[in-house]
C-alpha cells in the first residue's frame, strides 16, 4: 500500500530584531533559492513572499522531514547565502523561532492568497501584530515578551 499526506504548512520567520535587511530589489532570488531548500528537503512550495523584515513559506511537508530540522535547514543555508551573494549588505540573521501553522486543503487556495499579497497586507498591520493575530487564530500560548 502507498503512503498519503496531506501537511500544509504556514512557517513564517522575521530578520534578526525584525530589522528590514531585506531588499525587495533582491528578494525574488531570496525566494528562488529558497524554493531548491524546500524541493531537496521533498517538500512543495505552494507560495512564498513577504517584506523587508519576514516571510511567509506556504508549502507542503514530506513525511520524512521533522518541521524543526526544516525550518532550521531553510534559515541556515538561506542566512548564509544571503551574506555571501553581497544582495543584502545589512542582514545580520534570521531570527532565533518561527510561527508554524497548519492548514486543511479547504483553506489551501485562502492562504495561498493571504501569503501572495503580503505587501499589500503590510501596509494595514504590523509584522507584530499579524504574528500575534496568527498565534491567537490558532490557539497557540504565547508570552508577549518574546514576540519582540
Known sequence: MSSYRQIYYQIVFGTKYRRPTIAEAHCEELYRYIWGIIKNNKCKLYRIN???DHIHIFCDLHPSVAL??????????SSIWMKQSGLFPDFEAWQ?????????IREKDKI??????????HKKET???????LLIENAIEFD?????
Request: no cysteine.
Open 144 to 148: 508577549e515578551k518574546y514576540l519582540l
Open 50 to 52: 513577504g517584506i523587508e
Open 112 to 121: 495561498i492568497n493571504y501569503v501572495k499579497k503580503q505587501k499589500q497586507h
Open 68 to 77: 524543526s530540522d526544516f525550518v532550521k535547514d531553510i534559515k541556515v543555508a
Open 127 to 133: 509584522f507584530y501584530d499579524e504574528y500575534k493575530r
Open 96 to 104: 532565533e523561532g518561527y510561527g508554524a501553522f497548519t492548514y486543511s
